[in-house]
T-cell receptor, first 115, second 113 residues
Framework: AQKITQTQPGMFVQEKEAVTLDCTYDTSDPSYGLFWYKQPSSGEMIFLIYQGSYDQQNATEGRYSLNFQKARKSANLVISASQLGDSAMYFCAMRGEGSNYKLTFGKGTLLTVNP | DTAVSQTPKYLVTQMGNDKSIKCEQN?????MYWYKQDSKKFLKIMFSYNNKELIINETVPNRFSPKSPDKAHLNLHINSLELGDSAVYFC????????????FGPGTRLTVL
């Protein structure tokens, strides 16, 4: 069984500062993928970044980077230079081979960027 | 040029009614999904189809029945709606049997009165 834990229900950050959103996972699959999605107040789910379990380097996409620590089973999202538009719910998700590649989501972290 | 579309966006109905939600993707993906997001924002997989074949069927009441007429469409039919069915339902699609990232539709907010 797969499990994703996001321990921060809410986070606050000042505009232009960096913020880290925590995500830990548990799986018995030897190969898996980790994803982060953003859900603004308008409700749509936006794919941000992906990390494969065998990827040697941490994933980066613009201002988003994934701090992947395999031994610790953590996949934290780092947002640099926060913008007001980053205020949203952020979900960490995992996909494993042994589960027909279904996505298992964490409970989410609500990020608020203050001006 | 919408990638994953769902209709309707909002659905308000009475308990006991039957309703359907439609999903279409124009990304050429081979795998489609239905997720339910409850009032606490928790997202959970319901069903997944790969090339029109059901591959994931989570613990969902029999009142929910997915149908995939072709690879680009996945519909969700719900019989005898209950208050607890009120939620946002998301359709998603991905490529390579789910190995790639999933792209989500805009969601359908279902309210059962």
């Amino acid at each position: 069984a797969q499990k994703i834990t996001q321990t921060q229900p809410g986070m606050f950050v000042q505009e232009k500062e960096a913020v880290t959103l925590d995500c830990t996972y548990d799986t018995s699959d030897p190969s898996y993928g980790l994803f982060w999605y953003k859900q603004p107040s308008s409700g749509e789910m936006i794919f941000l970044i992906y990390q494969g379990s065998y990827d040697q380097q941490n994933a980066t996409e613009g201002r988003y980077s994934l701090n992947f620590q395999k031994a610790r089973k953590s996949a934290n999202l780092v947002i640099s230079a926060s913008q007001l538009g980053d205020s949203a719910m952020y979900f960490c998700a995992m996909r494993g081979e042994g589960s027909n590649y279904k996505l298992t989501f964490g409970k989410g972290t609500l990020l608020t960027v203050n001006p | 040029d919408t990638a994953v579309s769902q209709t309707p966006k909002y659905l308000v109905t009475q308990m006991g009614n039957d309703k359907s939600i439609k999903c279409e993707q124009n990304l050429g993906h081979d795998t489609m999904y239905w997720y339910k997001q409850d009032s606490k924002k928790f997202l959970k997989i319901m069903f997944s189809y790969n090339n029109k074949e059901l591959i994931i069927n989570e613990t969902v009441p029999n009142r929910f029945s997915p149908k995939s007429p072709d690879k680009a469409h996945l519909n969700l039919h719900i019989n005898s709606l209950e208050l607890g069915d009120s939620a946002v339902y998301f359709c998603a699609s991905s490529h390579r049997g789910g190995r790639d990232e999933q792209f989500f539709g805009p969601g359908t907010r279902l309210t059962v009165l």
